[in-house]
């Protein structure tokens, strides 16, 4: 290197030139677009599952009776009320007066049968207090006379002994588990001695499975998809274009391995209980299902900038090179999902279920957005390529959190996957797969 | 004033004011390097823009053992020859054996302002413009420029001989004006 080389270095040593306000509003757009993208997929993706790690918390506190109200009416209660009342009208046959007048008429029995078991004999105390007889009642429905002898040294406490009876039997109703309530109730009458065939009687009824009356409920999911998506099985399109005019320029061109990306899905549907374990659903439901690559150039068309993806194609005699830059895939479709649900596990409000079935897809966009601002979106035309097929099919699998809220709402929460038959056709077969989560509501039809 | 290591990690952690902050310090100092890979100043900016958007995508990456103005300028050149690829391809350079000879005079260059010398360089091939940049001023190899722009050593020879000739030749009428009007 001569003087020329060192003339010409010491020259632009320390200079400074002022760019354009322009390039720094191009730096900051693109900037803050990639802020705003992120944001919005951890929202989706972390947001869905905090929401699911909820729901177990919340059906863990659930197990342990947190959320348990203490008065209830409720179908395991109601069956024990109906056998209650049986006893209550054996035992009570004989008495006079006010019990005969409490079973006489039918409107009045099935009053007592709708009343918590604590309210009948409340209401039964009651009568009987008030004349003076009340030992002797308790005794007819089995009670021993220890057993009323620690009711009456309780009551004590409140204002009159057939208060103090109930805060005793109330206690009894008090368990989280409701389809055991009954038989936990059993026990307690049994220490507290009620005679054998009455328990048996009892125990029996509790026992019994109700008669099941199936469901039908309306849903509405939203949820995330992350999309993975194979090389095409017969290499990469790149390498059939590879004997175009432009080959240098072409070889040049690369886009990474997609990644997947988290991505949206939303959608409603139909539910049919078929058994106490079978439920059918059919969904229908709009999916974004979306990868990550990069390029390194873009194409110039009609003076719009389009990023370069390479199985879309590319004018090739308007090629710019710049930096490697991100681009996001997004192919969009509808779904019909038929499944079958069956349900695995049951706490409380809580059910478990597995599920299986096909998804019917359509695919209708598919759009490459280049992260540089001045690059307009690519869109596929599908009709014209082989590229993604429009129409797909898929198998299903997942497992389903049910959670029963009341008698008309219910929410869900599931984590599915989908695998596609094929993805691309001809020369694109590419296989592809997705995982997803999401919540929903149900709406139980009545 | 905030040093250079307290602004990068603001500005990895998001802060927009930080990102503002370096760009302010650094904008001035790159773009006279992408204009000399450019060949007009639009040209130029668009290249100072995308080496800054990478800039800021990959500050992370950034190790303090490197000069930070240093692992700047790499960026620049990397963005400025990826910039000019297609370029590249659409004028192929030629080898040692094609290139013209050229008798080699001394000529002095300080009386002439940067810019006067930016325009000449602007006015050069891509290939050679490139090629004499990242010898003569970045102070690169031929071996690595061979590599960096995926072309042979000889190539990057004959190019940058060609550049050397093609500017001093400019220089040389520049110069012949400069006196001509001075002994006017």
Redesign the interface.
């Known amino acids: 290197m001569d003087n020329f080389e060192s003339e010409m270095k010491d020259m632009f040593d320390g200079v400074e030139f002022q760019p354009s306000e322009r390039v720094w509003a191009g730096v900051e757009q693109a900037l803050g677009e990639k802020k705003k993208k992120g944001f919005f997929f951890m929202w989706q993706t972390y947001g869905v599952a905090a929401a699911l790690i909820l729901f177990i918390t919340a059906g863990m506190l659930y197990k342990n009776g947190l959320f348990m109200k203490q008065p209830d009416a409720l179908e395991g209660t109601k069956q024990l009320t109906e056998s209650e009342v049986q006893i209550s009208t054996d035992t009570l046959k004989n008495e006079d007066g006010a019990h005969e007048k409490l079973l006489a008429k039918d409107g009045e029995q099935e009053e007592l049968r709708r009343e918590k078991p604590g309210d009948q004999i409340k209401t039964l105390l009651a009568t009987k207090s008030s004349e003076g007889k009340a030992q002797e009642t308790l005794e007819n429905i089995g009670l021993k006379s220890s057993a009323i002898d620690e009711s009456v040294r309780m009551s004590s406490i409140g204002e009159s002994d057939s208060e103090g009876l109930l805060i005793d039997l109330e206690k009894l109703e008090s368990k989280p588990y409701r389809a055991s309530l009954a038989a936990t109730k059993a026990k307690w009458l049994n220490r507290l001695g009620v005679d054998e065939s009455a328990l048996a009687a009892l125990v029996k009824t509790a026992e019994e499975q109700p008669e099941f009356v199936g469901e039908n409920a309306l849903n509405g999911r939203l949820g995330n998809n992350n999309f993975n998506i194979s090389e095409p099985a017969n290499g990469s399109p790149l390498a059939a274009r590879a004997e175009d005019a432009n080959f240098q320029a072409m070889s040049s061109i690369e886009n990474r391995k997609e990644e997947t990306l988290g991505s949206l899905s939303a959608g409603i549907g139909f539910s049919l209980e078929l058994s106490q374990r079978l439920t059918l659903n059919t969904a229908l439901r709009y999916s974004e299902l979306r990868t990550k690559t990069t390029s390194n150039a873009y194409s110039v068309s009609n003076g719009q900038s389009f990023p370069i993806y390479l199985p879309l194609g590319y004018d090739p005699d308007n090629v710019n090179f710049i930096g490697t830059y991100d681009l996001v895939n997004t192919l969009q479709g509808l779904s019909v999902q038929p499944t079958l649900s069956y349900k695995v596990a049951q706490f409380g409000k809580f059910d478990v279920s597995v599920l299986g079935g096909v998804g019917f897809d359509y695919f209708f966009a598919y759009r490459v957005k280049g992260e540089l601002n001045f690059l307009s979106v690519k869109k596929a035309n599908l009709n014209d390529s082989d590229f993604i097929k429009k129409f797909n099919v898929s198998g299903i699998t997942g497992l389903g959190l049910n959670y029963r809220l009341n008698e008309q709402f219910g929410l869900a929460a599931d984590l599915n996957y989908r695998y596609f038959l094929s993805t691309g056709g001809g020369d694109n077969r590419r296989q592809s797969s997705v995982v997803g989560f999401g919540l929903g509501v149900n709406y139980f039809l009545q | 004033m905030i040093q250079d290591i307290e602004l990068i990690h603001k500005c990895i952690e998001?802060d927009?004011k930080a990102?503002?902050e370096l760009?302010n310090r650094y904008?001035?100092?790159l773009?006279?390097?992408a204009?000399?890979y450019a060949k007009s100043q639009a040209d130029?900016?668009?290249i100072?823009?995308?080496?800054?958007?990478?800039i800021?995508?990959s500050l992370e990456s950034f190790r303090q053992e490197a000069q930070f103005l240093t692992w700047l300028k790499r960026i620049v050149v990397?963005?400025a020859i990826?910039?000019?690829?297609?370029k590249l391809?659409?004028q192929p350079m030629l080898d040692i054996e094609k290139t013209p000879l050229y008798v080699e005079k001394?000529?002095?260059?300080?009386h002439?302002h940067?810019t006067e010398?930016m325009a000449m360089m602007q006015k050069l091939p891509v290939g050679c413009r490139t090629v004499f940049n990242l010898f003569?001023?970045e102070?690169y190899g031929h071996k690595e420029i061979a590599e960096m722009m995926?072309i042979t050593e000889g190539t990057s020879k004959s190019q940058y001989s060609r550049a050397?000739a093609l500017l001093?030749a400019m220089i040389e009428e520049a110069s012949t004006v400069v006196k001509s009007n001075a002994s006017m």
Do not use: C, W
């Open positions: 998001g927009g990102q503002r760009y904008a001035a100092k773009m006279p390097m204009m000399r130029a900016e668009d100072l823009q995308d080496a800054f958007i990478k800021f995508n990397n963005t990826n910039h000019n690829r297609k391809y659409q001394d000529l002095v260059i300080s002439l940067f010398i003569a001023i102070g995926e050397r001093k």
